[in-house]
């Protein structure tokens, strides 16, 4: 069975930082890539960042110099560290998952955390 097990939410001022955790059980971590993606109140879901299997990253304009997203295979966990919130970095933040065990093609979805920028 495969989770993906967001945390690391929460209520944070603007300019403050949070980093966002996303374990993983049920997959080969190292051959998937890696993704946060977010969805404000009202909007679509949006992606944030991105981080291939082999390391490789990308990030929305919005978020660049800003977030920072990386992975660490021994632990089976991506994080997204975020500096200088903004009130309109306000989401729902998911993590996800798209690689391959054995063979296998998976894509897979955590259940969201919350981070709020207000003061």
């Known amino acids: 069975q495969v989770q993906l097990v967001e945390s690391g939410g929460g209520l944070v001022q603007p300019g403050g930082s949070l980093r966002l955790s996303c374990a993983a059980s049920g997959i080969i971590f190292r051959n998937y890539a890696m993704a946060w993606y977010r969805q404000p109140p009202g909007n679509k879901r949006e992606l944030v960042a991105v981080i291939a299997s082999g390391g490789t990253t990308k990030y929305a304009e919005s978020v660049k110099g800003r977030f920072t997203i990386s992975k660490d295979n021994a632990k089976n966990t991506a994080y997204l560290q975020m500096n200088s919130l903004k009130p309109e970095d306000t989401a729902v933040y998911y993590c996800?998952?798209?690689?391959?065990?054995?063979?296998?093609?998976?894509?897979?979805w955590g259940q969201g955390t919350q981070v709020t920028v207000s003061s």
């Open positions: 996800n998952a798209v690689g391959h065990t054995n063979g296998n093609y998976g894509n897979y």
